[in-house]
């Protein structure tokens, strides 16, 4: 019998995988997202081609990853989408290295920025409290 594949779910833990906050992620899809509709989103069985695609292009991973999650498979598929840069020392043996690891790397900047948003937000949210209680 044929295992069915929870879109939701994989999409999921591929975010967790990135360390990325379903915030974030919200953040990343636009202005009609918030934390609440990811966390509905990742309750659905089947998603929408499109938000998949759009999903797809926020955490760089190939949208047939949340269609057709097996973990070998997703690897597989993951690991296929990098170029030389997922190869260190070409010149007589050739390691691969673990493309969640890779993936992870790319967007630590990422994370970084965000919580730089964050930390400016609620700075700025304290100044303007400041500035309403001395009116």
């Not at 759009?54 to 598929?77: G, H, M, R």
């Not at 690891?101 to 920025?113: D, N, P, S, Y």
């Amino acid at each position: 019998m044929e295992q069915k594949i929870h879109q939701g779910r994989n999409v999921k833990r591929f975010r967790e995988m990135l360390g990325i906050k379903q915030e974030a992620l919200a953040f990343d899809l636009g202005e009609d997202w918030n934390q609440k509709k990811i966390s509905l989103l990742e309750q659905k069985e089947v998603i929408e081609d499109h938000l998949l695609k759009a999903i797809s292009n926020v955490l760089n991973i190939p949208v047939e990853a949340f269609q057709n999650f097996d973990e070998e498979q997703a690897i597989n598929i993951i690991s296929n989408t990098f170029n030389d840069e997922a190869f260190i020392g070409n010149s007589g043996g050739t390691y691969n290295v673990n493309p969640i690891v890779e993936i992870i790397k790319l967007h630590e900047e990422k994370i970084a920025l965000y919580e730089r948003m964050l930390k400016e937000k609620e700075e700025m949210m304290e100044r303007l409290e400041r500035l309403i209680n001395k009116v």
